[in-house]
């Protein structure tokens, strides 16, 4: 976080990550490399890949929920699995 004052704060065990500097100056495709990222990419869009543009993005979303279910469903289901209260002897801990 930066403050007006132009000082920057953050919590130390973040650290490793302000000290990184990523150059703006990298270029995403190299000259002398272009036919083969061509060659990638006419086969990411061979599989549904459609760039930054394209129509993945709904695709994407639509993969994410997907994904979001089918993990709140495991969550679920290892929650029940593992809840003390099934155990076959289960004493609740109390202090008499």
Known sequence: MTLPSGAKIGHRSL???YKQRFGAERA?????NRS???RVLRQYRALGWG???GGGLQRT??????V???KAR???KMG???????QKHFRMQVMF
């Open 15 to 17: 650290m490793r990550y």
């Open 28 to 32: 995403v495709v190299p000259s002398h």
């Open 36 to 38: 083969a990222v061509g």
């Open 51 to 53: 760039g930054e543009a």
């Open 61 to 66: 979303q639509r993969d994410m929920h997907y």
């Open 68 to 70: 979001q279910r089918m």
């Open 74 to 76: 495991w969550r679920l």
């Open 80 to 86: 029940m699995k593992h809840n003390s209260t099934k």
